[in-house]
């Protein structure tokens, strides 16, 4: 499988990487309800002999047990992906969510990702959020500290605007955006592309699919029937008027997918793959059937007249 450089690193990866947010399961503030541990293996090993050689996850998914999963899956393999993860989320007792940059406690954090991960050191150690504010310089300091002590061998950052990357970039640039991207959500395209182009700063984007609203899976029964703990009931893309409209666009999506033998998943994650600043597409997987329905958008692309086709029908059907 073709692979592109990341960034500044020496890391090669395939257009797709192995999403572990919903691995995470229920229980938490951003769950996605009761998720079955052994098909979450499945699914990884299924992902990794289909040819993908990352995977995506971070300390407070599940609060700890999305990387607890991804490192049963890897344990015992002789030939292991590249592993990303990331800190600045901490939970007590409570399970409350809380936001830290502090030096010690990103140190904490790191230490307890390396336990669950069973690995000796993380490929890409991302900063999930840019909170609290004044922390991050501090927080960014100890990630360049553990880069030079070999904790990890990469850093990067996740859901930071263009001013807090100019801000990071003083100190070190880092290796990589992850911000959410799909054709519903652009608003990377004014100008954090251009700021990563400029700076040779690799973009992995999250969501490709929002959250399986464009896998061709969803409905308005499926939706129904979600568990109170997932979190995706409470965002607008799943509510009315926009979840409408949004089913509207998955067949529009299965109609070009079926000319080429795709599914509408595919031609979502393709199409965010479409621009050449976007290194890589992270996809969330649960199943080996779900890593079937997606395997193929890592070679498909969208022709111009296709992606105009989508472009019209977004135009012709604004929310």
């Not at 998720?35 to 998914?61: F, M, P």
């Not at 940059?101 to 690995?119: D, G």
Request: hydrophobic share 40%.
């Amino acid at each position: 499988m073709q692979t592109k450089k990341l960034g500044n690193s020496d890391l090669h990866i395939t257009p797709i990487g192995i999403g572990a947010w919903a691995m995470g399961g229920g229980g938490w503030q951003f769950g996605w309800g009761p998720q079955d541990d052994d098909a979450s293996v499945r699914a990884i090993h299924a992902a990794l002999d289909a040819g993908l050689n990352w995977i995506d996850t971070a300390a407070v998914y599940g609060l700890g047990h999305g990387e607890e999963v991804v490192g049963r899956a890897l344990e015992g393999l002789s030939r292991k992906p590249y592993v990303f993860t990331k800190c600045a989320r901490v939970w007590g007792e409570d399970r409350q969510i809380g936001k830290s940059l502090k030096r010690e406690s990103v140190r904490r954090e790191c230490e307890e990702s390396l336990r669950r991960l069973k690995v000796d050191v993380i490929d890409l150690y991302q900063m999930h959020w840019p909170e609290p504010d004044e922390e991050v310089e501090e927080g960014w300091e100890t990630l360049v500290r553990l880069k030079e002590e070999g904790k990890v061998r990469w850093i990067g950052v996740s859901n930071f605007s263009t001013a807090h990357l100019e801000r990071i970039t003083g100190i070190e640039t880092p290796t990589s955006l992850q911000p959410p991207y799909n054709i519903l959500r652009r608003e990377i395209e004014s100008d954090q592309l251009r700021f990563c182009r400029a700076n040779n700063v690799g973009v992995l984007v999250y969501s490709p699919m929002q959250s399986g609203l464009l896998s061709g899976r969803m409905s308005k029964e499926r939706l129904a029937a979600m568990p109170d703990d997932d979190h995706r009931q409470r965002t607008p893309y799943f509510q009315e008027p926009q979840f409408s409209r949004n089913l509207a666009l998955v067949e529009l999506m299965r109609a070009i997918g079926a000319r080429h033998g795709r599914t509408p998943g595919e031609v979502a994650i393709s199409w965010t793959l479409r621009l050449p600043e976007i290194t890589g597409a992270i996809v969330g997987i649960r199943s080996v059937e779900q890593v079937e329905g997606v395997i193929g958008a890592a070679e498909f692309r969208l022709a111009e007249g296709e992606i105009a086709e989508l472009e019209g029908f977004l135009a012709a059907n604004p929310v």
